[in-house]
């Protein structure tokens, strides 16, 4: 079984930028779909971007233009740039579609100034 564990997260001013880094312990090589998700207070936990084996990738309306999802053979990176306070949330990796048994930790990131 896989375990994923995300980092990268952290405080910082709106516009500015955070590179997250999810480290798989295995090969997600054979893994299709890899996503990262954000959870924010109150709010149900929503895909922001998902990227398959073959690099194709798609994102929710609300990081287009803003973030980009890559992947390596057992890392996916959710850069992010122009952050605003509205993705002060938890943010977490799993595949995509998720899989109930790999949510991890997540890690925080908090936009404010």
């Known amino acids: 079984q896989v375990q994923l564990v995300e980092s990268g997260g952290g405080l910082v001013q709106p516009g500015g930028s955070l590179r997250l880094s999810c480290a798989a312990s295995g090969s997600i090589f054979s893994i299709n779909g890899m996503g990262w998700y954000r959870q924010a207070p109150g709010k149900e936990r929503e895909l922001v971007a998902a990227i398959t084996s073959l690099g194709r990738s798609n994102y929710a309306d609300s990081a287009k233009g803003r973030f980009t999802i890559s992947r390596t053979k057992n890392t996916v990176y959710l850069q992010m740039n122009s952050l605003q306070p509205e993705d002060t949330a938890v943010y977490y990796c799993?595949?995509?579609?998720?899989?109930?048994?790999?949510w991890g930790q997540g890690t925080q990131v908090t936009v404010s100034s």
């Open positions: 799993n595949t995509a579609p998720s899989t109930k048994n790999y």
